[in-house]
């Protein structure tokens, strides 16, 4: 935190005032090492400790400093408004001058001042304390607090200094960092071991800074003190770069790290808020509220799960069951429809997508690159890492063409415009950029005759048509195939029938919609949740269409509405059929 010129000036005409007016018998006599900085200060926060005003005695007796020091001292703070004397009292107190020096701090941040009302207003609607930090060199810092006053919380004080690395509110802006400050900062601070949930490695706090930037919070499930949870975001300003955190503490016997994840759509938005009245950004985005007038089909609830980001569902007909992700859990899930059994593999870091290998195994994508994954031994080995010079990216969507070539996009950890690519990685470890300036890399998949590629940018609401060349694994000639705007739903995971039409998950919008090979819509499939992700044919017959979907940043009134949200689901629509999914050839 910067003070401003006045206060500098302020406590360096002290500082002169004080060198110069003590005897140096008075120095010799003093605390050796105690600066007369030090003395002014202490006597300032004896006198703030005390709730009634001081005598000279009572100052006398609490300091211990010599007379002849205190009297000067107590002159100069006087003189220089930071004290207050009441001659008919004789007793002295805070003066003014410290008031004012505190307006001149906060009226140079202006974050404190923007994210009063909102903060108020969090807190009244949440009924849980609200807190406010920034990042002061290499500290954090608590800035304001609006707490709710019960026995399980404790009253938040402004200007403590809060564990950067065991904290939400810290977590928050750091995941904002790019990956060189984030590294520089964890390694300057000590990483220290508050409760036995406390992370104090640097690899593993990397990761879970991936997993908060991903989903747009972070969380903190007893790291800083027992018994306690919190969540934060970060409030960015006009160019993306973390201003400040806010966040919500509770105590675990009121709250669950489930019910803080359901209140982590309206701590988004106060923050959204926080920063447009800052100057910052404030682009929001909400689920439509209620479905239209979709097709009805008969929906199976599969595996009744609670999937963060559910994502990347693929059958394998060699083993007879479909491999699907929760990209922010993380986990890799194991779908056997014979037995109705999923098997859920948490694995450390962010997954992506989880594809069969022609050789066994699968191969999956992870933050830190492209990794074969033994499904017996549990055992990752690195394959490679195309976008190992970009740290702040992270791998999403991804699936092979029919000659076992994997197809995969990446975006942004945050998801910052056009900082994605689509590569072609082949199965002897080499890998091709095939398209950059990507927002947020989505569904691919090709046509029945292999002259199609169908890729999604799910930020700029289109679906593309490349020309496909199948034995050079080319692409060409970029086309909207599909475009939609913001209030219709984003556009997510996608698969391809057998009579190339596409099946195009619509986020936010409740629907599963078939588009004819032109872009037109054919068929809206109302299910029960408002973000399914993504989608594909499966079964012996390939004829049930398999569909997973996300629970992240949906509000708690949304989960109640659609408490199905995050599980896997399947439909079976007469007279439609799938196209088998190719496994990657490695």
């Known amino acids: ?182 590294v520089d900062l964890l390694q300057s601070v000590p990483l220290a071991s508050l409760t036995a949930q406390s992370m104090t490695s640097v690899d593993l706090l990397l990761a879970e800074l991936d997993l908060t930037r991903a989903r747009g919070y972070a969380l903190e499930d007893g790291e800083s003190v027992q018994d306690e949870l919190a969540i934060a975001t970060p409030i960015l300003d006009v160019e993306g770069r973390p201003i400040g955190a806010l966040g919500i503490r509770c105590n675990v016997q009121n709250f669950s790290i489930a019910r803080l994840h359901s209140l982590s759509n309206d701590l988004i938005d106060g923050a959204r808020r926080i920063s447009h009245n800052a100057g910052g950004q404030a682009l929001s985005i909400h689920p439509q509220s209620s479905p239209g007038d979709e097709q009805q089909y008969a929906i199976t609830t599969c595996v009744p799960s ?84 970009r740290p702040s990216n992270r791998y999403n969507d991804g699936k092979c063409d029919r000659l076992g070539r994997l197809w995969i996009g990446t975006m942004d950890m945050g998801a910052a415009a056009n900082r994605g690519h689509l590569y072609r990685v082949d199965p002897d470890r080499t890998w091709k950029t095939m398209a950059s300036g990507i927002s947020v890399s989505n569904g691919l998949g090709w046509s029945p005759d292999d002259h199609k590629m169908y890729f999604t940018d799910t930020a700029r609401g289109t679906v593309y048509a490349y020309d496909f060349d199948l034995m050079s694994g080319q692409i060409s000639n970029r086309k909207s195939l599909i475009t939609m705007p913001a209030a219709d739903g984003l556009p997510d995971g996608l698969t391809v029938d057998a009579e190339g039409c596409l099946w195009l998950c619509l986020w936010d919008a409740w629907a599963v919609v078939r588009y004819s090979p032109e872009g037109k819509e054919i068929l809206r499939i109302r299910v029960p949740v408002p973000r399914p992700t993504s989608c594909c044919f499966g079964g012996n017959n390939l004829d049930t269409l398999y569909i997973t979907s996300a629970t992240v940043r949906l509000s708690e009134d949304m989960l109640s509405r659609a408490p199905q949200s995050g599980s896997l689901f399947s439909v079976k629509i007469p007279g439609v059929r799938g196209l088998p999914e190719a496994t990657f050839a490695g």
Request: a neutral charge; aromatic letters at 6%.
């Open 1 to 182: 935190m910067i003070y401003p010129t006045e206060l500098n000036r302020t406590f360096s005409n002290f500082a002169f005032a004080m060198e110069h007016s003590t005897t140096p018998q008075e120095q010799a006599a003093s605390t050796p090492g105690l600066g007369v900085l030090e003395k002014a200060m202490g006597l300032l926060n004896i006198v703030s400790a005390t709730r009634s005003p001081m005598t000279f005695t009572a100052l006398l007796n609490a300091s211990t400093l010599p007379k002849a020091t205190l009297h000067r001292i107590l002159s100069t703070l006087t003189r220089e408004g930071l004290l207050r004397h009441d001659a008919y009292t004789r007793t002295y107190s805070l003066g003014l001058r410290l008031l004012e020096l505190a307006h001149e701090v906060w009226s140079d941040f202006d974050l404190r001042v923007a994210a009063q009302d909102e903060m108020v207003r969090l807190r009244n609607k949440l009924g849980v304390a609200i807190q406010l930090a920034v990042l002061s060199n290499n500290h954090l810092i608590l800035v304001a607090s609006e707490d709710v006053k019960k026995p399980t919380v404790e009253s938040s004080q402004m200007g403590v200094r809060l564990p950067i690395h065991a904290t939400a509110l810290g977590k928050a802006i750091l995941a904002n960092l790019d990956r060189e400050k984030q």
């Open 306 to 389: 609670r999937a963060m980001l559910g994502e990347g569902p693929i059958w394998s007909p060699r083993d007879g069951k479909l491999y699907w992700v929760d990209i922010l859990k993380p986990s890799i899930h194991c779908f056997d429809p014979h037995s109705s059994k999923d098997m859920e593999i948490p694995v450390g870091a962010m997954v992506s997508v989880a594809i069969p290998k022609a050789t066994g195994g699968l191969l999956v994508a992870m933050p830190n690159g492209l990794m074969t994954f033994d499904t017996e031994s549990k055992q990752l080995v690195p394959f490679c890492h195309p976008e190992a010079q």
